[in-house]
């Protein structure tokens, strides 16, 4: 079965932690719900899609709210992706890769983890919280991990308010 037809998650290196979204005043918005938050997850094909795709073998749930995209490696994970994926609808994006020094590529993942702190940063700047973007590694062989980022993504983004489109 493939991966894109489910959903889940596993969370592990999480970036930054969002300091300056604890910062901002409490939001009156009500969180987003289930029904209409979508996140996007950029995989890579080594390990996270593997994870993905072995979690959804074993019939794991995933939050239907995750879209998933394989890519080659996260290193191919450029900042515009991450910001197309909010402006074209997505509440939340996440990247996932493979372990910190286990890139297939030797250093794809650490260029997307330079890539996702800059585009929070940006959000961050811009009064968007910067938790809506992050990133999460993991092995192959750790398809609970997987399901537990993507789930650990799903909280967060639905604890947000939908995220303002004009
Ligand atoms: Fe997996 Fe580079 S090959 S992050």
């Known amino acids: 079965m493939s991966p894109v037809a489910q959903t889940g998650p596993a969370p592990q290196a999480q970036v930054r932690s969002p300091s300056a979204a604890a910062e901002r005043p409490a939001s009156t918005t009500p969180a987003t719900p289930a029904a209409t938050r979508t996140i ?4 890579c ?4 899609y593997a994870a993905a795709d072995a979690s959804a073998n074993a019939r794991t749930a995933l939050p239907a709210t995750v879209r998933l995209v394989l890519m080659p490696c996260t290193g191919r994970v450029s ?5 197309e994926a909010l ?5 939340g994006a996440m990247v996932a890769g ?13 260029n997307a983890i330079d890539r996702v ?3 929070q940063r940006l959000l961050d700047s811009v ?3 910067p938790e809506r973007v992050r990133m999460f590694t993991m092995s192959a062989g750790e398809p609970p991990k997987f399901v537990a980022a993507v789930r650990e993504m799903d909280r ?10 004009s």
């Open 45 to 48: 094909r080594e390990c996270a």
């Open 127 to 129: 009064g968007v919280e």
């Open 156 to 165: 967060t983004i639905g604890a947000l308010p939908p995220l303002p489109r």
């Open 79 to 83: 900042p515009l992706h991450l910001l």
């Open 98 to 110: 493979c372990l910190e020094g286990e890139c297939h590529y030797r250093e794809g993942n650490f």
């Open 117 to 119: 702190l800059f585009v």
């Open 40 to 43: 996007v997850a950029f995989c």
């Open 87 to 91: 402006a074209g609808g997505a509440d």
